[in-house]
T-cell receptor, first 112, second 110 residues
Protein backbone atom coordinates (compact mmCIF):
# COMPACT_ATOMS: atom_id res chain seq x y z
CA UNK A 1 0.00 0.00 0.00
CA UNK A 2 1.55 3.30 -1.08
CA UNK A 3 1.27 6.36 1.10
CA UNK A 4 0.52 9.93 0.14
CA UNK A 5 3.04 11.38 -2.27
CA UNK A 6 3.48 14.99 -3.33
CA UNK A 7 5.42 16.61 -6.13
CA UNK A 8 7.57 18.52 -6.44
CA UNK A 9 9.29 18.55 -3.05
CA UNK A 10 10.78 22.01 -3.52
CA UNK A 11 9.90 24.86 -5.85
CA UNK A 12 11.03 28.43 -6.38
CA UNK A 13 8.72 30.82 -8.23
CA UNK A 14 8.64 34.51 -8.97
CA UNK A 15 5.94 36.82 -7.67
CA UNK A 16 3.00 36.95 -10.08
CA UNK A 17 3.60 33.49 -11.52
CA UNK A 18 1.29 30.51 -11.25
CA UNK A 19 2.08 27.16 -9.66
CA UNK A 20 0.54 23.67 -9.66
CA UNK A 21 1.25 21.21 -6.88
CA UNK A 22 0.31 17.55 -7.13
CA UNK A 23 -0.76 14.90 -4.67
CA UNK A 24 -1.39 11.17 -5.00
CA UNK A 25 -3.69 9.93 -2.29
CA UNK A 26 -3.23 6.74 -0.34
CA UNK A 27 -4.81 3.68 -1.91
CA UNK A 28 -8.52 3.41 -1.06
CA UNK A 29 -8.83 7.02 0.13
CA UNK A 30 -11.48 9.19 -1.55
CA UNK A 31 -10.85 12.43 0.33
CA UNK A 32 -7.95 14.84 -0.10
CA UNK A 33 -7.29 17.99 1.91
CA UNK A 34 -4.72 20.70 1.29
CA UNK A 35 -2.99 22.81 3.91
CA UNK A 36 -0.56 25.72 4.01
CA UNK A 37 1.95 25.76 6.84
CA UNK A 38 4.07 28.81 7.58
CA UNK A 39 7.06 28.55 9.86
CA UNK A 40 6.10 28.28 13.52
CA UNK A 41 2.42 27.82 12.83
CA UNK A 42 0.07 24.90 12.51
CA UNK A 43 -1.20 23.84 9.09
CA UNK A 44 -3.96 26.14 7.78
CA UNK A 45 -6.82 24.40 5.96
CA UNK A 46 -7.13 25.47 2.32
CA UNK A 47 -9.82 23.10 1.03
CA UNK A 48 -10.99 19.52 0.90
CA UNK A 49 -12.07 17.39 -2.03
CA UNK A 50 -14.39 14.42 -1.64
CA UNK A 51 -15.17 12.23 -4.65
CA UNK A 52 -14.04 14.96 -7.07
CA UNK A 53 -16.13 17.75 -5.51
CA UNK A 54 -14.94 20.56 -3.25
CA UNK A 55 -16.33 19.71 0.17
CA UNK A 56 -15.09 22.57 2.32
CA UNK A 57 -12.88 25.62 2.08
CA UNK A 58 -10.82 27.66 4.51
CA UNK A 59 -10.13 31.39 4.43
CA UNK A 60 -8.08 31.49 1.28
CA UNK A 61 -8.71 33.75 -1.74
CA UNK A 62 -10.08 32.39 -5.03
CA UNK A 63 -6.61 32.40 -6.58
CA UNK A 64 -6.14 29.17 -4.62
CA UNK A 65 -8.01 26.50 -6.54
CA UNK A 66 -7.95 22.77 -6.82
CA UNK A 67 -9.05 19.66 -8.58
CA UNK A 68 -9.57 16.04 -7.69
CA UNK A 69 -9.37 13.41 -10.41
CA UNK A 70 -11.32 10.13 -10.79
CA UNK A 71 -8.39 8.23 -9.26
CA UNK A 72 -8.64 10.64 -6.28
CA UNK A 73 -5.31 12.27 -6.89
CA UNK A 74 -5.42 16.04 -6.59
CA UNK A 75 -3.88 19.32 -7.67
CA UNK A 76 -3.54 22.64 -5.92
CA UNK A 77 -3.21 25.66 -8.19
CA UNK A 78 -2.15 29.09 -7.01
CA UNK A 79 -2.36 32.05 -9.37
CA UNK A 80 -0.70 35.46 -9.08
CA UNK A 81 1.80 34.28 -6.48
CA UNK A 82 2.62 36.64 -3.63
CA UNK A 83 5.65 36.63 -1.36
CA UNK A 84 3.42 35.55 1.56
CA UNK A 85 2.53 32.37 -0.32
CA UNK A 86 5.97 31.05 0.58
CA UNK A 87 5.24 28.08 2.85
CA UNK A 88 5.10 24.32 3.14
CA UNK A 89 2.07 22.97 1.28
CA UNK A 90 0.75 19.72 2.68
CA UNK A 91 -1.67 17.28 1.17
CA UNK A 92 -3.49 14.72 3.30
CA UNK A 93 -5.76 11.88 2.27
CA UNK A 94 -8.38 10.06 4.31
CA UNK A 95 -10.83 7.22 3.93
CA UNK A 96 -13.71 9.62 4.38
CA UNK A 97 -14.42 13.24 5.24
CA UNK A 98 -14.35 12.84 9.03
CA UNK A 99 -11.68 10.21 9.48
CA UNK A 100 -8.02 10.61 10.33
CA UNK A 101 -5.85 12.01 7.57
CA UNK A 102 -2.42 10.89 6.43
CA UNK A 103 0.00 13.47 5.11
CA UNK A 104 2.44 13.57 2.27
CA UNK A 105 5.92 14.95 2.81
CA UNK A 106 4.89 18.38 1.54
CA UNK A 107 6.02 20.82 -1.13
CA UNK A 108 8.16 23.68 0.04
CA UNK A 109 7.30 26.72 -2.09
CA UNK A 110 9.46 29.81 -2.10
CA UNK A 111 8.20 32.94 -3.88
CA UNK A 112 10.86 35.53 -4.68
CA UNK B 1 -10.05 34.19 19.37
CA UNK B 2 -8.64 31.23 17.45
CA UNK B 3 -10.92 28.27 16.74
CA UNK B 4 -8.38 25.86 18.21
CA UNK B 5 -5.90 26.98 20.85
CA UNK B 6 -2.89 25.24 22.29
CA UNK B 7 -0.28 26.32 24.79
CA UNK B 8 2.77 26.77 22.52
CA UNK B 9 5.21 25.81 25.26
CA UNK B 10 7.99 24.95 24.97
CA UNK B 11 7.75 22.16 27.49
CA UNK B 12 11.20 21.02 28.58
CA UNK B 13 11.05 17.85 30.64
CA UNK B 14 13.54 15.19 31.78
CA UNK B 15 13.37 11.64 30.51
CA UNK B 16 10.82 9.62 32.42
CA UNK B 17 8.61 12.60 33.21
CA UNK B 18 4.87 12.74 32.65
CA UNK B 19 3.65 15.68 30.60
CA UNK B 20 0.17 16.82 29.62
CA UNK B 21 -1.03 19.06 26.82
CA UNK B 22 -4.42 20.67 26.49
CA UNK B 23 -6.20 22.02 23.46
CA UNK B 24 -9.41 24.05 23.51
CA UNK B 25 -11.84 24.48 20.64
CA UNK B 26 -14.63 26.98 20.06
CA UNK B 27 -17.15 25.12 17.88
CA UNK B 28 -19.35 23.01 20.11
CA UNK B 29 -20.64 21.06 17.09
CA UNK B 30 -17.19 19.73 16.17
CA UNK B 31 -17.28 16.09 15.14
CA UNK B 32 -13.90 14.44 15.43
CA UNK B 33 -10.61 15.09 17.13
CA UNK B 34 -7.03 13.96 16.67
CA UNK B 35 -3.50 14.44 17.94
CA UNK B 36 -0.61 14.58 15.48
CA UNK B 37 3.10 14.93 16.06
CA UNK B 38 5.36 16.86 13.76
CA UNK B 39 9.13 16.65 13.72
CA UNK B 40 11.17 19.60 12.52
CA UNK B 41 10.63 20.24 8.78
CA UNK B 42 8.63 17.03 8.37
CA UNK B 43 4.97 16.32 7.73
CA UNK B 44 2.52 15.78 10.62
CA UNK B 45 2.02 12.14 11.56
CA UNK B 46 -1.12 10.82 13.21
CA UNK B 47 -0.53 10.00 16.86
CA UNK B 48 -4.03 9.05 17.89
CA UNK B 49 -7.71 9.77 17.49
CA UNK B 50 -9.56 11.15 20.50
CA UNK B 51 -12.80 9.58 21.65
CA UNK B 52 -15.34 10.71 24.22
CA UNK B 53 -14.61 7.66 26.33
CA UNK B 54 -10.89 8.40 26.29
CA UNK B 55 -8.32 6.18 24.69
CA UNK B 56 -4.87 4.91 25.44
CA UNK B 57 -2.04 3.72 23.24
CA UNK B 58 0.96 2.59 25.24
CA UNK B 59 2.38 5.61 27.05
CA UNK B 60 -0.09 7.99 25.42
CA UNK B 61 -3.59 8.79 26.69
CA UNK B 62 -6.03 11.11 24.95
CA UNK B 63 -9.25 12.47 26.38
CA UNK B 64 -12.11 14.59 25.13
CA UNK B 65 -14.26 16.83 27.30
CA UNK B 66 -17.16 18.04 25.18
CA UNK B 67 -18.77 20.03 27.98
CA UNK B 68 -15.66 22.16 28.45
CA UNK B 69 -14.60 21.87 24.81
CA UNK B 70 -11.08 20.65 25.26
CA UNK B 71 -8.99 17.66 24.41
CA UNK B 72 -5.90 16.51 26.23
CA UNK B 73 -2.86 14.37 25.61
CA UNK B 74 -0.90 12.73 28.41
CA UNK B 75 2.53 11.27 27.79
CA UNK B 76 3.95 9.03 30.50
CA UNK B 77 7.58 7.97 30.91
CA UNK B 78 8.81 10.48 28.33
CA UNK B 79 11.54 9.34 25.94
CA UNK B 80 14.08 11.46 24.08
CA UNK B 81 12.31 10.40 20.88
CA UNK B 82 9.09 12.08 22.07
CA UNK B 83 10.69 15.48 21.38
CA UNK B 84 8.51 17.05 18.70
CA UNK B 85 5.66 19.48 18.16
CA UNK B 86 2.24 18.10 19.08
CA UNK B 87 -0.72 19.37 17.08
CA UNK B 88 -4.37 18.98 17.95
CA UNK B 89 -6.91 18.82 15.16
CA UNK B 90 -10.61 19.48 15.30
CA UNK B 91 -12.92 18.54 12.43
CA UNK B 92 -15.91 20.81 12.02
CA UNK B 93 -19.61 20.16 12.23
CA UNK B 94 -19.74 20.33 8.46
CA UNK B 95 -17.38 17.74 7.15
CA UNK B 96 -14.59 19.24 5.15
CA UNK B 97 -12.94 21.66 7.50
CA UNK B 98 -10.09 20.54 9.70
CA UNK B 99 -8.63 23.09 12.06
CA UNK B 100 -5.18 22.62 13.53
CA UNK B 101 -3.82 24.27 16.60
CA UNK B 102 -0.43 25.93 16.27
CA UNK B 103 1.19 23.12 18.21
CA UNK B 104 2.94 22.58 21.51
CA UNK B 105 6.67 21.98 21.43
CA UNK B 106 8.06 19.28 23.68
CA UNK B 107 11.74 18.75 24.37
CA UNK B 108 12.72 15.73 26.45
CA UNK B 109 16.20 16.00 27.93
CA UNK B 110 18.50 13.28 29.26
Amino acid sequence: ETGVTQSPTHLIKTRGQQVTLRCSSQSGHNTVSWYQQALGQGPQFIFQYYREEENGRGNFPPRFSGLQFPNYSSELNVNALELDDSALYLCASSLDRWTEAFFGQGTRLTVV
Amino acid sequence: RKEVEQDPGPFNVPEGATVAFNCTYSNSASQSFFWYRQDCRKEPKLLMSVYSSGNEDGRFTAQLNRASQYISLLIRDSKLSDSATYLCVVNGANAGKSTFGDGTTLTVKP
